[in-house]
């Protein structure tokens, strides 16, 4: 049976799914078998395992700096919010419903047994299981309920780290004031602290850790320093509030790429691949303020595609989108992106409206209908019309069905990675200059996303093939780099003796 250590916070975005993930790959590194769990993940970044489960896009990646495949047992409960109460809510990488805040709290005890059920399983396979809390254990309101936390750490038999963002400011007091509020036998269960984010001279902490110390009994087993070169997948949308924002020049000279920041914006994992290229720069875009004039625009995944699409409505921004599109620009879309460039869509069974059907865009020759069972699988494509047989791995993530019409092509053919139910997915127009897909991790394929890159820059500087990006490559260096970099500043044999003792 395995032996788990738990990282839980002070709050929320305080790094802990980036500490689990580098935990996976220390305890790896040095020969055990090891794999992330997290109970209750609420999240719109999801991956599709491999038997076709969603799970936490952070649990995915988390495994993959374990170096094994991800799992539905790694987050037995997905919450995927598609209003400000309520969320759909996924079991074992199932929809199971819609719920509002009461509703699940009702159903609570039945989710648990999910998870205890997965994690059970899980700590018989592995070596060490590193466990991540979600928010703060701390939250009065919030406790009685809670099954991500200490509930999942008593479950475990967990020794917890809690983990603080000291970039934030008041460092010591969220440390302090977290272990107030805790139960005295919650307490007990925490073997000590992290501090992330630090910048400067960690020597000038010191008389705050004995402090820390002296008030808890529990030690600081690490301060981990700032980083912003280490390439490691974000979360969710907290991380949009600083990424690449606002409008390029055009004497920039790089490469423009602007995504649509919808309000309920999914898997915007999708676009890091381009991101991170030389020559790209990619911003998301709010409002008609920031649109600019991109060499490509996206529109992204969507929890709420009608609700996105009546909010660009309102906002104006779909003038705009429809307006850049009649000057001659170049726009994508994907999963709910790809509906909204469509002529409508149909929700019969009300699954995101109360209307029943919405007006889309209508640059794609397109209409969509909503069903109730979601589509969830790892799938194999090929571009159509390509003529290089490549195949290109993603996975899908829909409720929607979607049909052509006569205006446009299909773009690829996909099938499952087991070979089976092959089909046409996707269209484009025939000038090539609008299309869509249902293909998540598209640009993650290397040739794809040269070639698409290659053609928006024609009549550029050429990108030289020492410059052209392995996203592969980058990953793998990011998980080096980050063990690397956690290692260097953390008691990692102290952390080991907490697990063995």
Known sequence: MAKAIMVQGTGSH?????????????????????????????????????????????????????????????????????????????????????????????????AFSAVRESYAELARAYDIIVIEGAGSPAEINLKENDIVNMKTAMM??????IAADIDKGGVFASIIGTMEILDPDEREMVAGFLI??????????????????????????????????????????????????????ADDGALDIAVVRLGHISNFTDFDPLARESGVRLRYVRGVEDFGCPDMLIMPGSKNTVSDLMELRASGMEDAIRSYHTSGGKVAGICGGYQMLGRAVHDPHMVETASGACDGMGLLDVETTLHKDKVTRQVSACLK????????????????????????????????????????DGARTADGRV?????????????????????????????????????????EDGFERLADHVEKSVDIAGILDILNA
């Open 156 to 161: 475990a038999g967990a020794k917890v780290l």
């Open 435 to 475: 299309w869509g897909t249902y293909i998540h991790g598209l640009f993650e394929n290397d040739g794809f996303r040269h070639a698409l890159i290659d053609r928006l820059s024609a009549g550029r500087r050429p990108v030289s093939a020492a410059e052209r990006l392995s996203y592969a490559r980058l990953k």
């Open 196 to 249: 992330n984010k630090f910048r400067g001279d960690a020597s000038l902490l010191e008389s705050g850790l004995d402090f820390v110390r002296t008030r808890t009994g529990k030690p600081v087993l690490g301060v981990i320093p700032y980083f912003r070169d280490i390439h490691i997948e974000e979360e969710d949308g907290v991380a949009l509030g600083d990424a690449h924002g606002g409008a390029i020049s």
């Open 14 to 110: 305080v790094g802990k799914s980036v500490i689990v993930a580098a935990l996976c790959r220390i305890f790896r590194r040095r020969g055990y078998s090891v794999a992330p769990f997290k109970a209750q993940n609420m999240a719109l970044n999801s991956f599709i395992t491999a038997e076709g489960g969603e799970i936490g896009r952070a649990q995915a990646y988390q495994a993959e700096a374990a170096g094994i495949p991800p799992s539905v047992l790694m987050n037995p409960v997905l919450l995927k919010a598609n209003s400000d109460t309520g969320a759909q809510v996924i079991v074992k990488g199932r929809v199971v419903g819609n719920m509002g805040v009461r509703e699940y709290h009702a159903y609570k005890d039945e």
């Open 385 to 424: 019309g390509d003529g290089t047989g490549e195949m290109l791995t993603g996975y899908e993530i829909h409720m929607g069905r979607t049909t052509l019409g006569g205006g446009v092509a299909p773009m690829f053919f996909v099938s499952g990675t087991d070979g089976a139910d092959g089909h046409d």
